[in-house]
């Protein structure tokens, strides 16, 4: 039986400091963080977390003509298939949807106290409720056409559209 030798593709030995490494990871982390989920996407204008809010809502049937669906189920859907983060960063994302001083169309509706233009909290995810908005459905048109490319969510058993077909960003 032959052994296999370990290549070793470099003799050097790097001489760096804790600090070094752990400044120039971190860096690295935060700038993959940055790009990943903080940023919206130029081509349809969203960051991560409210594509997936609008797509679950797109599969749910939670539309414009559809009655109120508790917040809760609706972050507890994203949360298990799409956005595993947890459900305060979806629900914050949501009612910021929700929020005619916080962006220019809104993309949910709300129902219940989703905060106020003085900085007062929304309520929590069990006592308010929501649904896609009318523009939402803008972005969402043709998505079941093959206009988008999807991937797998992160455990592999859902696919997620990976930018929404959006008319206007």
């Not at 296999?4 to 971190?26: F, G, L």
């Not at 960051?47 to 507890?76: C, D, Q």
């Not at 298939?81 to 960063?89: F, I, Q, R, T, V």
């Amino acid at each position: 039986m032959d052994i296999i030798e370990p290549q070793i593709h470099s003799r050097e030995v790097e001489n760096k400091s804790v600090e070094d490494v752990m400044e120039d990871s971190y860096l690295r982390y935060s700038m993959s963080v940055i790009v990943a989920r903080a940023l919206p996407d130029v081509r349809d204008g969203l960051k991560p977390v409210h594509r997936r809010i609008l797509y679950s809502m797109e599969k749910n049937g939670w539309r414009p003509t559809s009655k109120f669906v508790k917040s809760a189920r609706i972050i507890g859907d994203v949360m298990g298939k799409y956005h595993p983060h947890g459900d305060s960063s979806i629900y914050d994302s949501m009612v910021r949807l929700a929020q005619d001083w916080s962006t220019r169309y809104l993309l949910v509706t709300g129902q219940g106290n989703f905060g106020s233009m003085d900085g007062d909290p929304p309520a929590a995810h069990r006592y308010t409720e929501a649904k896609m908005n009318r523009h939402a459905e803008e972005l969402l048109v043709d998505i079941d056409k093959n206009t988008v490319d999807f991937r797998d969510n992160f455990d592999g058993s859902e696919q997620e559209p990976s930018v929404l077909p959006a008319k206007l960003p």
